[in-house]
């Protein structure tokens, strides 16, 4: 059973952005494969890391794509990826807490999945034109 299932309600019509989404969804499934295998705690941090540091990467990417294109909404979306990443880094660094990694993952991918339907797709219409100028 995959955990994420890409479909064509989340493109945004950006090849890149959409490429990397993929990419971001195989790395989701992959760590919840690895959760129901019970790897070891070691690996399972080792693999959320390089999720969050690819999700690190490609935010940088969409700001600087919206920044080259002066898309209006740059700022709430450069703020709505900078909240999220302080709300995740909370739930991370909590010393009194051992990381349950099946929660993080399930908070993880409900906040992007609407991150994507609303943010990322609204900028998708509004970057295509700009590109194809
Ligand atoms: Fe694809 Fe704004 O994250």
Request: charged share 30%.
């Amino acid at each position: 059973m995959r955990f994420f299932n890409w479909d064509e309600n989340l493109a945004t019509g950006i090849p890149e952005c959409d490429l990397q989404h993929k990419k971001l969804i195989n790395m989701f499934n992959a760590i919840y494969d690895s959760i129901r295998l019970n790897i070891d705690k070691k690996a399972l941090k080792e693999a959320l890391d390089s999720l969050i540091d690819y999700f690190d990467k490609h935010f940088a990417f969409e700001e600087k794509l919206m920044e080259k294109y002066q898309y209006p909404e740059i700022n709430i979306h450069r703020e709505e990826h900078k909240n999220f990443k302080e709300a995740l880094n909370k739930i991370l660094q909590n010393p009194n807490e051992e990381i349950n990694f099946l929660e993080v993952l399930k908070f993880f991918k409900n906040w992007w999945f609407n991150h994507i339907l609303t943010m990322d797709k609204k900028y998708g219409p509004f970057l295509e034109a700009k590109m194809k100028k």
